[in-house]
């Protein structure tokens, strides 16, 4: 389960997604979940796998805040503890159990550990502007065709701003392209923050790599602020999910979404077909591909997830 990507917190959809007495099969890093909530509309994730004869959970419906198996009628409860037998009264039901896996609602997001049993040893966290009661959130979500690492690294990215976006977020840069950008990166205990600089000048702009798969760009704003939060979430090898979020202080009303929404829209879709054009879909080894200053943040990816991710997994247990 989980392969190359076991033990971390991830964003796995938007809030609105999930709704009461509906049952979601979410797919992180190759394994399907079925997600849902229970009597408290709190989110819960299992295997999505019924132990009996192995059906699709995620076919199923919710009674009671329980998940029932849509083949037989067996009830899990959030834990993955089975509640119900039909038919069977008298069955040792504390050894029927699904397969639990950690479920948070946090940001205007549903999050999942890739670990399995309901309780964790940790927590998910985000930037403070995302939990902000006075910040409106918004979010879209969409499907790269490319490993997720692609598309993590094109996320850190500074210098293609100038030539991907050069109509958008990156037009600033364009009359600097021939000056010397150096990278600043500032090491923090969620990650690290990328700032760059030109001429010997650090721009205000900054961007925030958090563990294992979220960037945070924070936009300058006088007075005011606004933060593109985006989560490359693994599908599998070939697929990621790309949830996005703005969290802004102002223009605060709901009719303004479709405007941040379409906008990161567009962004996204601008680096799209780039990034899914990138041979292999997988970052390999930096010594395969050439590489320059400027890449000092993709580089710092690189290393964090050849030492910290690939190769990572998490193991069923015997049936």
Not at 44 to 54: E, I, N, S
Not at 94 to 102: D, E, K, R, T, Y
Request: charged share 25%; with cysteine; glycine share 6%.
């Amino acid at each position: 389960m989980f392969r190359d990507f076991a033990n971390v917190w991830t964003p796995v959809a938007l809030t609105a997604q999930l709704r009461a007495n509906d049952v979601m099969r979410i797919r992180v890093a190759g394994t399907a979940l079925a997600v849902f909530r229970d009597t408290h509309g709190t989110p819960a994730a299992v295997l999505d796998r019924c132990p009996h004869r192995g059906a699709a959970l995620s076919l199923g419906s919710v009674r009671d805040g329980c998940l029932q198996c849509p083949y037989h009628g067996w009830r899990f409860d959030r834990n993955g503890q089975c509640v119900q037998v039909p038919w069977n009264p008298d069955a040792k039901r504390a050894a029927l159990h699904a397969l639990a896996i950690p479920a948070r609602e946090l940001s205007g997001q549903i999050w999942i550990r890739t670990s399995l049993g309901p309780e964790a040893p940790d927590a998910p966290t985000v930037h403070e502007s995302l939990l902000d009661p006075k910040t409106r959130l918004t979010g879209i979500e969409t499907i790269w065709h490319t490993h997720w690492t692609r598309a993590m690294e094109n996320m850190l990215d500074w210098p293609h701003l100038a030539f991907v976006h050069r109509g958008s977020i990156g037009k600033d840069l364009v009359p600097f392209s021939a000056e010397r950008m150096d990278t600043l990166i500032e090491e923090h205990e969620w990650g690290w923050r990328v700032r760059t600089a030109l001429r010997g000048a650090v721009r205000p702009g900054m961007l925030d790599f958090r563990r294992p798969n979220q960037m945070n760009l924070h936009i300058p704003m006088r007075g005011r602020h606004l933060t593109l939060a985006v989560a490359c979430v693994p599908l599998d090898e070939h697929r990621t999910r790309l949830l996005l979020m703005a969290a802004r202080s102002f223009a605060r009303a709901a009719i303004f979404d479709w405007f941040f929404n379409r906008t990161n829209r567009r962004i996204a879709d601008e680096d799209r077909n780039i990034v899914e054009s990138s041979d292999p879909p997988q970052i390999p080894a930096a010594s395969a591909e050439r590489s320059v200053r400027t890449d000092k943040a993709t580089l710092r990816f690189r290393s964090y997830y050849f030492s910290e991710l690939h190769g990572s997994l998490c193991r069923l247990p015997p049936a």
